[in-house]
């Protein structure tokens, strides 16, 4: 399996977000809430129109979770917005992790890669495997990345396909040259947490229009350690001379 295989299998699989109780304008404006992922948004009542407005949501029928509306839209809290950090609107989102985004921009996609790359920095240990796709873009990013390469017992390894030289660097970081469509089409960023289950996280997108990006970021551990694995084992982690 590939990574683009690995986002397709997310795509297919789509969650249902159900308002209960609300009018017609907050359902507009949860599905507005979640635009940018696949999940169908949708209204519904309950027999006695109790209690206030209430979202539910399923996978395959299986219930998953519950909320206020309120709290899914955010209403009373300064700043919310639908980001990467999972604090944003627990509980729902808790169970939206390998849900499929859609047309993330390139801030967008910063903001999401620097939520993992914060985590790695501040347990300071384990691995961090991130892919520019070409070794231009990792040439804007290279300050990052020696930083985090230079963080005590963090190993950091960045992949990219050959587009000029190699950026010069005088630090632990591990540049792979590779010369695959997947290392082309794909941004990722991958913690594997130090080995332990609760820390491992990831962010996985394709390049499917020019610097739109779908994918999915998770906090499965298994679908983490896939990632590593998959990574380790087709592109090696010995730096190209």
């Known amino acids: 399996m590939s990574l683009t295989e690995l986002i397709a299998g997310v795509e297919a699989h789509e969650k249902t977000l159900t308002v209960f109780n609300a009018d017609g304008a907050t359902v507009e404006a949860v599905r507005e809430r979640f635009r940018d992922r696949n999940l169908t948004v949708a209204g519904d009542r309950t027999e ?49 992790d390998e849900t499929l985004f859609t047309s993330y921009d390139v801030d967008q996609m910063v903001a999401a890669s620097r939520e993992i790359e914060d985590r790695a920095w501040r347990i300071g240990s384990g691995s961090l495997y991130a892919g520019f796709q070409r070794l231009s873009i990792l040439r804007d990013q ?51 947490g130090a080995g332990v289950d609760v820390n491992k996280c990831a962010l996985l997108a394709e390049e499917r229009e020019p610097r739109s990006f779908y994918g999915f970021w998770t906090y499965d551990p298994d679908t983490v350690d896939w990632m590593v694995e998959h990574l380790e084992s087709t592109y090696g982690l010995i730096e190209p001379s």
Not at 56 to 70: K, N, P, R, W
């Open 48 to 96: 006695s129109g109790d209690p206030e407005p209430f979202v539910v949501l399923a996978d395959d029928d299986a219930f998953l979770t519950a909320a206020s509306v309120d709290d899914v839209l955010g209403l009373g809290r300064e700043g919310t917005t639908p980001e990467f950090e999972a604090e944003t609107y627990r509980p729902v989102l808790d169970h939206l």
């Open 142 to 192: 290279l300050a990052v990345y020696q930083r985090l390469s230079e963080r005590g017992g963090l190993s950091v390894h960045a992949f990219a396909s050959p587009d000029g030289a190699v950026p010069e660097h005088d630090s632990d970081l591990t540049i792979h040259v590779e010369r695959s469509d997947e290392i082309a089409r794909s941004w990722f960023v991958v913690y594997d």
